[in-house]
């Protein structure tokens, strides 16, 4: 995978790295392929319990690669390629494991629509948030007009959609999009440590926690009962009832 390097660490965190700073990062048909490759690898992995999506050079991401975009076969074309982006995005939005970006410099279209398909948003200060595809005519395509609307306030959304205009990382954490601001160049670090804690819990309930999430009231509040009685009677949520009472750490085993 030439373009996303994929690092697992010793603490159950694996580090995807988009891998094209000359390009400040910009989505290809290749970054999509790898992307999904990458996310399906540790997913298989036991030893990896949470991932962090990371941006080398200047920028996290800087949206599609225009060069690509300009020899796209009309509408059909554009439709296929923003498929493999979707594709790939729900890959890693589908992934039962938690996912924390690490975002810096440009976070503009697609590469806001990567950020939006992980769990959580570290951003330094350094980040600007925002889809400027307005401004070219366009709209964004792989799911952030959908979940835009999810993560902020609905007029926020609009603006963005509507403008073009990026948003701050301050403004983007007032807000809600991202999870916590942190000094210029600490995001990784930041996002790390995020992981490393995610990556300590119990991955069962780590999973179904995702899952209920995104889940309709009704169905939730159901489904919410069903798996937290499940969960109950797992290994880990036995361990963890324990661990309390003995007043030591847990040891999760995704059991």
């Known amino acids: 995978m030439s373009t996303v390097r994929v690092d697992r660490r010793g603490d159950?965190?694996?580090v995807l790295t988009l891998a094209r700073p000359d390009r400040l990062n910009a989505l290809s048909s290749a970054v999509a392929a790898d992307l999904a490759a990458g996310v399906s690898a540790v997913m298989a992995d036991d030893?990896?319990?949470?991932?962090v999506v990371a941006g080398d050079g200047k920028a996290f991401c800087a949206g599609a690669d225009i060069a690509e975009l300009s020899t796209l076969d009309g509408p059909r074309g554009f439709?296929?390629?923003v498929q493999r982006l979707t594709d790939a995005f729900g890959v890693l939005a589908s992934c039962p494991k938690p996912s924390v970006a690490a975002l810096h410099g440009a976070v503009l279209g697609g590469g806001?629509?990567?950020?939006?398909?992980?769990d959580l948003r570290i951003a330094d200060e350094t980040a600007k948030l925002g889809v400027p595809e307005i401004r070219l005519g366009l709209l964004p395509g792989a799911a952030g007009?959908?979940?835009l609307p999810r993560l902020l306030p609905k007029a926020?959304?609009?603006?963005?959609?509507l403008t073009g205009e990026p948003m701050t990382a301050?403004?983007?954490e007032c807000f809600g999009l991202v999870n916590k601001v942190v000094p210029a160049g600490e995001a990784l670090e930041a996002a790390g440590a995020l992981a490393a804690r995610l990556a300590s819990l119990a991955p069962l309930a780590l999973a179904a926690a995702k899952r209920l999430v995104d889940e309709p009231l009704d169905d939730a509040i159901a489904a919410e009962r069903e798996v937290v009685s499940g969960l109950f009677g797992t290994d880990d949520g036995i361990e963890g009832v324990r661990a309390f009472l003995e007043k030591?750490?847990?040891t999760f085993r995704g059991r």
Do not use: N, Q, Y
């Not at 030893?47 to 991932?51: G, K």
């Open 156 to 161: 926020i959304a609009k603006h963005l959609l």
């Open 112 to 118: 806001l629509e990567l950020a939006l398909a992980c």
């Open 47 to 51: 030893a990896v319990r949470a991932i």
């Open 145 to 147: 007009t959908v979940r």
């Open 79 to 81: 439709a296929a390629f």
């Open 170 to 172: 301050v403004d983007a």
């Open 248 to 250: 030591r750490p847990p």
């Open 12 to 14: 159950g965190v694996a």
